[in-house]
């Protein structure tokens, strides 16, 4: 497998990078010390949408937490770096933050909609107390102007204002996602992390919230990192797609490219494990006995991992 360390023509966003990852190692400090991610490097374009995508356990995640310093041990950053590039032109490094500044920079520049943000509220709270404690923490706003924040932004995910009054049992998934996406947007950072923020969700309602993150993505011009294990899905809403293997970046190109002309066996075989829409029917059980080699269709991605080990 070949690892991406620096860019080139086909990696390199089209616009100015706001985020620059080299050659980042993330290890678990566990009684045999487990390579999480290696040397993965990419660069995120302003205003991008960038899927990150691969089998569950390839280390998606873990490089999301890394980039965003929220790891906990037993993990650790063993080597790499990862570099913000404000709009001012100034360059921050992300690893060298203290406790302080880290913790300003984060929600301020780049927010994070965790995995199974459904679940992420507090069942306790009104939707409203849980934005303004985000506003308080990050910001010197009166009460009057963050409960004015609170309604724009829940307006622009398409929540009724009246739902601050809401405890989150008493709203839908979809509605709940859509809150989680609106605190991630309360202070305008020029980077989002979804880590597969739709998953939970009917696929109607998926495709409400995808709409949603463009529509948003272009009125405000922050870039995204996408995270999912659906290919499919990210070959419609994203301009570039990474594939993960074994902790390791195996490929990164545009959607389309990687669409018509996947370079490493494990994209192929991914865009392969989803079943065609139309095309010819086929049986899966025969004979009374279980399926056969030929119906059990393509083989699957982690397939492609074993032989791409061996």
């Not at 023509?9 to 566990?30: F, H, I, K, M, Q």
Request: proline letters at 6%; glycine letters at 8%.
């Amino acid at each position: 497998m070949t690892t991406l360390t620096a860019p080139d023509a086909r990696t390199t966003p089209t616009r100015r990078p706001v985020l620059t990852v080299r050659d980042l190692t993330v290890v678990y400090d566990v009684e045999e010390p487990v390579t999480a991610v290696a040397d993965a490097s990419l660069d995120l374009g302003r205003g991008e949408i960038l899927g990150l995508a691969g089998e569950s356990g390839c280390g998606k995640t873990t490089l999301a937490y890394a980039i965003n310093r929220l790891h906990q041990p037993p993990a650790r950053i063993a080597s790499g770096s990862v570099v913000f590039h404000d709009r001012d032109g100034g360059d921050v490094d992300l690893l060298a933050l203290d406790d302080e500044p880290l913790r300003r920079f984060r929600w301020s520049q780049l927010s994070m909609v965790f995995q199974g943000a459904m679940n992420s509220l507090n069942p306790v709270r009104t939707i409203g107390a849980q934005l303004d404690d985000t506003l308080r923490a990050h910001t010197r706003m009166p009460r009057r102007e963050r409960r004015e924040r609170s309604a724009e932004v829940l307006t622009r995910v398409g929540v009724d204002v009246a739902r601050l009054r809401s405890y989150p049992h008493e709203l839908s998934g979809g509605m709940r996602q859509r809150v989680m996406i609106a605190m991630a947007m309360l202070l305008e950072p020029q980077i989002m992390i979804m880590d597969e923020p739709t998953t939970a969700l009917d696929v109607v309602v998926q495709r409400e919230i995808l709409r949603e993150i463009v529509r948003l993505r272009d009125e405000l011009d922050f870039a995204v990192v996408f995270i999912t294990h659906d290919l499919p899905l990210l070959l419609e809403i994203s301009d570039r797609i990474a594939v993960m293997l074994a902790g390791r970046i195996v490929e990164l190109d545009t959607a389309e490219q990687l669409h018509r002309s996947p370079a490493h066996p494990y994209t192929r075989r991914l865009l392969g494990s989803f079943p065609s829409l139309s095309g010819d029917r086929g049986s899966f059980i025969r004979d009374g006995g279980g399926p056969t080699a030929h119906d059990a269709g393509p083989e699957t991605g982690t397939d492609a991992a074993e032989e791409d080990r061996a």
